[in-house]
Nanobody
Framework: QLQLVESGGGLVQPGGSLRLSCAAS????????IGWFRQAPGKEREGVSC????????NYAVSAQGRFTISRDNAKNMVYLQMNSLKPEDTAIYYC????????????????WGQGTQVTVSS
């Protein structure tokens, strides 16, 4: 079974950057589109970005456009989320998730989920 583990979260000042990583094990990511999601305290989980199997198609939520970049390295079974110009409202637990399909949307239903990594943006 595919297992996902996020890392790279932490405390950062507004305007700063973080790079989140999602490591997959148990199965190759070659057949899975990958998404990043986040959930802030008291709020519903929301989709941030997703990337197709080949990496050729990437989707972003409006809140992430222009600031976040999703990428993947299938040879390493890794997916990344580079987050720049971070704002306090980006504070949340960030999750990566996988779905066995070629293309994706942040509105899709994803099958496998990691445990999450905390991102806190505060001065």
């Amino acid at each position: 079974q595919l297992q996902l583990v996020e890392s790279g979260g932490g405390l950062v000042q507004p305007g700063g950057s973080l790079r989140l990583s999602c490591a997959a094990s148990g199965y190759t990511l070659d057949y899975y589109a990958i998404g990043w999601f986040r959930q802030a305290p008291g709020k519903e989980r929301e989709g941030v970005s997703c990337i197709s199997v080949s990496g050729g198609m990437r989707n972003y939520a409006v809140s992430a456009q222009g600031r976040f970049t999703i990428s993947r390295d299938n040879a390493k079974n890794m997916v990344y989320l580079q987050m720049n110009s971070l704002k306090p409202e980006d504070t949340a637990i960030y999750y990566c998730a996988a779905v066995r399909r070629n293309l994706c949307s942040v509105y899709d239903t994803f099958t496998y989920w990691g445990q999450g990594t905390q991102v806190t943006v505060s001065s």
